[in-house]
Nanobody, 125 residues
């Protein structure tokens, strides 16, 4: 089970930190990813992180503004978002993938086995 928190409403240029609490152990067995879905649009990849947290991957649209991290000792994942714009509005989901055969985290949401219910992020201009 994954539970997101930290969403909210901010002005453009602001920051938010999303958290994802995982209950499956050991948490370090899973790739972790963040995805988002805006109204009327498909769910899109935002960021992903390797099992030990030493490798990160970002969508071009968030690179340099968002930072994904994790603390396996606390079963927690994080997404630090800064310089937010209206285009970042949507429901943000954390997801976990336990496929050991995959060498790097996937950007494809279909590859993720476990999902949270999402947290709303609204950025006003």
């Amino acid at each position: 089970q994954l539970v997101e928190s930290g969403g909210g409403s901010v002005q453009a240029g602001g920051s938010l930190r999303l958290s994802c609490a995982g209950s499956r152990r050991p948490f370090s067995n899973y790739f972790m990813g963040w995805f988002r879905q805006a109204p009327g649009k498909q769910r899109e990849f935002v960021a992903a992180i390797s099992r030990p947290g030493d490798s990160t991957h970002y969508a071009d649209s968030v690179k340099g503004r968002f930072t994904i991290s994790r603390d396996n000792t606390k079963n927690m994942g994080y997404l630090q978002m800064s310089s937010l714009g209206p285009e970042d509005t949507g429901v943000y989901y954390c997801a976990a993938d336990d496929t050991w055969s995959r060498p790097v985290p996937s950007r494809n949401p279909a590859h993720y086995d476990y999902w949270g219910r999402g947290t709303q992020v609204t950025v006003s201009s």
